[in-house]
Structure formats: structure tokens, C-alpha cells
């Protein structure tokens, strides 16, 4: 198994709290992504990463930021959460290769009350 | 408009059949085909990944992209229940995906 690990795995959190899942990487893959993945919607891109600071906006940004300070870890971060952000959110690394296969975390299931 | 857009199903074999799986995309350019299987409650895993016109078989399953009408399809014969999962096709290398399709074989 790839080595990538989200914490926590599970989190319930208020309203208009802010909350940090993280996403660490053994693999020195160059690429991360954070998706969530919502019933009827698969899996759709917030944020990704290609490289330390390097970072840039997926399909469904508003709301999200992230930030990457080591190779290893790509932080996601809900400012103010609110009801629509409960969802499932993986995350994903991908060798700069020529197949861009990724590798996916367990995921973190968030649920905002 | 969605980039990639799948059936969200749910499909429904019975077991020993066929299970036809199909992925259409918008940008003509797009160079890079994956399909995932992704078991409930678990994460994604590749299972096939085609860049060329015409079929890509991996035991039983074959992938069939056709550039030209822009879609892509997985076939997964002689279906079996652990087959049951669901289906998330992506393109390019920006891994964007979509919604997936959920696929029940029945024994």
C-alpha cells in the first residue's frame, strides 16, 4: 500500500468552527490532492498541489484553503465550517510520471452539525 | 458543463454476465483514460488505464476508448459479486472524475 495517511478519520465539529484535516505522504510523490466525495457527485477536486507552496484551486474551492510546507504533508483547512461541507474527503498523491495514477488515503469522514 | 460524465446507474447484472461501463468527456484534447473501483466505505483504487484508440484488455476487464466520439467504456466479463463496487472514470493527468457509476452483480 501506498504510504499516505489522513488524520483525524473521523470529526464532528459546530458550525462557524474552523477545522484542519491533514494529509501525510511517505512516497515523495510530487503531486497531492484533497477531494470530497458526496452521494450522486463522486469525487470532485477542491485543491491540489504540485510541489512545496505550490498549489492551485479545483472545481469546488469556496471555502477551502490549503497549504503545502513540506513534501510530505498538504494541510486542508475549513475556516468557518458550515452544514454543506459535511461530506467524505480523501486525499490523493501522484508520482509526476508518465501514468498519473493516484494513490488515495482511507479518506476523513466530517460531519458539521 | 461537467468535463467527465458517467451513467450514476445503479447497474445491475446478474452473475457470469457482462457489465458494460461508460465514461463520456468534453475536452477532445484529453490524452489519459483511468477507471477506479471503489468498494463502499473504502478509498479508490486503479484498476485500468488506457492512452490509446481501440481495446486494453487486464484479464476481465477490457478498456475501450474511442477518441473520436470522446468516450471511454470499461467491460467487465463473467461479473462476479465481488465485482459489486462502484465505478469512477477519470481523464488527464488533472484528475478530475466522475460521478461514478454503482454496479450490483447479482449471484
Known amino acids: 500500500d501506498a504510504g499516505i495517511t489522513q488524520s483525524p478519520r473521523h470529526k464532528v465539529t459546530e458550525t462557524g468552527t474552523p477545522v484542519t484535516l491533514r494529509c501525510h505522504q511517505t512516497e515523495n510523490h510530487r503531486y497531492m490532492y484533497w477531494y470530497r466525495q458526496d452521494p450522486g457527485h463522486g469525487l470532485r477536486l477542491i485543491h491540489y498541489s504540485y510541489g512545496v507552496k505550490d498549489t492551485d484551486k479545483g472545481e469546488v474551492s469556496d471555502g477551502y484553503s490549503v497549504s503545502r510546507s513540506k513534501t510530505e504533508d498538504f494541510l486542508l483547512t475549513l475556516e468557518s465550517a458550515t452544514s454543506s461541507q459535511t461530506s467524505v474527503y480523501f486525499c490523493a498523491i501522484s508520482d509526476a510520471g508518465t501514468v498519473k495514477e493516484a494513490f488515495f488515503g482511507q479518506g476523513t469522514r466530517l460531519t458539521v452539525v | 458543463q461537467k468535463e467527465v460524465e458517467q451513467n450514476s446507474g445503479p447497474l445491475s447484472v446478474p452473475e457470469g454476465a457482462i457489465a458494460s461501463l461508460n465514461c463520456t468527456y468534453s475536452?477532445?484534447?484529453?490524452?489519459?483514460f483511468f477507471w477506479y473501483r471503489q468498494y463502499s466505505g473504502k478509498s479508490p483504487e486503479l484498476i485500468m488505464f488506457i492512452y490509446s484508440n481501440g481495446d486494453k484488455e487486464d484479464g476481465r476487464f477490457t478498456a475501450q476508448l474511442n477518441k473520436a466520439s470522446q468516450y471511454v467504456s470499461l467491460l467487465i466479463r463473467d461479473s462476479q459479486p465481488s465485482d459489486s463496487a462502484t465505478y469512477l472514470c477519470?481523464?488527464?493527468?488533472?484528475?478530475?472524475f466522475g460521478a461514478g457509476t454503482r454496479l450490483t452483480v447479482k449471484p
Open positions: 477519470a481523464v488527464n493527468s488533472d484528475m478530475r
Open positions: 475536452d477532445r484534447g484529453s490524452q489519459s
